[in-house]
């Protein structure tokens, strides 16, 4: 009874390198399923040897090249009732080094990133060395929440990372830097499907760990002939290209074509299903020129039409001689930013009795742009109309806001007047020529359209402010002077875990830094996924962000400086 008992109980589960990236991932899903976890790290509790005599299940989570050193330090350690395994993208040498472990073995081999979200459709290699409960236990759990385990050996592994891996990789990283040589960048309105998909996979890559990338092509041991046989196809292609060797490539190409028949097929399907995702979310690739000189004229979109406060914010603060571009959404000034069609936008961000504007921070998460700083606009509501007699009006219409923002004006003053709402505060303008109709804007409305001002400063709330973000391609230093930008906006995504925004703010705290705005968005990614999106109080760049970014990696999927404010 004893001996069944042991056997169905909850394992304690070490990880040795588990404040790395990969370390932490799994740190957070143990927890999640209900277990207890140690960690062994840089500067933890425990050592790597106490946490190897204590855990019922050790798992090495360490850079490739200090795997089999880890291992030697800790296998005498691991109890013969355990199992020790590690989870690195190479197999045979950390197998053959565990084989001499008196307790359990499995080489495991994760075949995801730290980016993914949960197990469900996800794979896990299983190279089988000496088997016991806990193997039977990690194969049970990972099937569970949907994953796939897939059994080689750790010969047949390194075989087909050499090309999934190490090929692929090395193929991505070689396009990157002909980019980086050739220094001329395809416009966005250029980007073909097939560049659309292939930029987001090289963006993958390089925003990994440069020092994995360069152990996955150096030290796996069937890379090298692969590698050869690559150059040599490479060197055949060239030749019957600068031959003009038409006939050659051609035939080249359908040889390879019918040989991935199966993958031709499936892909044109699968690809095309994805194009339609990523075609609504905009790529941009920055172009090697200055972005902006401020004694040129510049193109300035804000949200229209003339008149309304997005408006009155672009007046205030460039000169006249800049180039004023109405735009019907915020979207839209985020996309004619991206394609270079405009200089930078103008995007209201948050307003002191309505709120953050969901729109403008949702496009912060979707386009590749930064902000280059912010400034308030105090709101200050005016009652306008073609007539001067305010007995005539029988229709007060504008936008939602504005219209909540004046109601006990409105109370007080035109109690029987019907309320309608619009799209903008100018809108309505636009569309009614009729004596009868008011609307509530600001002065600037009056000016540009030419109406009485009935009343002034009809705002219930007299402290009334919208902030403004100036939307730039990349981080502008001098727009950042110019608005004593010194804050810095972070967006970030978080693994699933319990208490881990309790550990993102902690870190925030040791390090002295104040933040003065915290908010969780929709990621559109996957249901009830969030984004947060912070306002920490330091200027970017300096050492304390730097290093609170660095620390705040192992919580996050995704970090974002998007800008300074």
Not at 481 to 489: H, I, M, R, V, Y
């Amino acid at each position: 009874m004893r001996k069944n008992k042991k056997l169905n109980k909850k394992p304690l589960i070490g990880i040795i390198g588990g404040k790395g990236k990969m370390g932490a991932w799994f740190n957070g899903f143990f927890e999640n399923q209900g277990f207890k976890v140690l960690v062994s790290d840089v500067k933890t509790k425990f050592s790597n040897v106490e946490l190897a005599k204590k855990a019922d299940i050790v798992i090495v989570s360490v850079p490739i090249g200090n795997t089999v050193r880890v291992i030697k330090e800790v296998r005498d350690f691991v109890r013969k009732d355990a199992l020790l395994c590690d989870i690195t993208s190479l197999k045979e040498e950390p197998v053959e080094a565990m084989r001499k472990a008196k307790s359990g073995v499995l080489g495991m081999h994760p075949l995801f990133g730290p980016l993914v979200q949960n197990l469900e459709g996800q794979k896990f290699v299983f190279c089988g060395v000496k088997n016991n409960q806990w193997v039977d236990f990690l194969r049970k759990i990972f099937v569970k929440n949907k994953a796939e385990i897939i059994e080689v050996s750790p010969e047949e592994h390194d075989k087909q990372m050499a090309i999934v891996q190490a090929l692929i990789h090395f193929t991505n990283i070689g396009l990157a830097r002909t980019l980086y040589s050739q220094k001329i960048i395809p416009k966005s309105s250029f980007l073909t499907p097939v560049f659309r998909l292939q930029i987001l996979i090289i963006g993958r890559i390089l925003g990994q760990n440069p020092e994995l990338y360069a152990e996955l092509e150096i030290r796996n041991p069937y890379f090298k002939n692969v590698l050869i046989d690559f150059e040599n196809q490479i060197k055949d292609l060239s030749k019957d290209v600068r031959d003009k060797n038409l006939k050659s490539f051609v035939k080249k190409f359908k040889q390879t074509s019918l040989y991935l028949d199966g993958f031709r097929k499936v892909s044109q399907t699968k690809s095309t299903e994805v194009l339609r995702i990523i075609n609504r979310q905009p790529i941009k690739i920055k172009q090697a020129k200055k972005i902006i000189n401020l004694k040129s004229k510049i193109k300035i979109g804000f949200l229209g039409p003339k008149g309304t406060f997005s408006h009155q914010a672009v007046r205030k603060v460039f000169p006249q001689k800049s180039k004023f571009i109405t735009l019907g959404t915020i979207k839209e000034i985020f996309e004619k930013v991206n394609s270079q069609e405009i200089d930078l936008g103008i995007a209201p961000a948050e307003n002191t009795i309505g709120g953050i504007v969901s729109e403008t921070i949702n496009c912060l998460a979707e386009y590749p742009l930064k902000i280059s700083g912010s400034f308030n606009i105090a709101v200050h509501h005016c009652f306008l109309a073609r007539t001067k007699n305010k007995k005539e009006i029988k229709t007060v219409k504008t936008h939602p806001q504005a219209l909540s923002q004046c109601r006990d004006w409105l109370a007080r003053n035109l109690p029987r007047v019907k309320l309608e709402t619009s799209s903008s505060t100018t809108a309505p303008i636009l569309e009614n020529q009729d004596k009868e109709v008011g609307f509530i804007a600001g002065e600037i409305a009056a000016k540009e359209y030419g109406l009485n001002i009935l009343a002034k400063n009809i705002e219930d709330s007299k402290d009334n402010f919208t902030k403004f973000y100036l939307i730039t391609p990349d981080i502008n230093k001098k727009f950042q002077k110019k608005l004593k930008a010194e804050k810095t906006l972070l967006l970030l995504a978080v693994y699933n875990r319990v208490g881990i925004l309790r550990d993102i703010l902690d870190v925030f705290a040791q390090n002295n830094l104040n933040l003065t705005s915290l908010h969780s968005i929709p990621s559109h990614l996957r249901p009830w996924d969030y984004f947060f999106f912070l306002e920490a109080d330091v200027s970017y760049p300096c050492p304390e962000i730097k290093k609170t970014i660095k620390q705040i990696e192992k919580y996050c999927s995704i970090i974002r400086v998007i800008g300074v404010s």
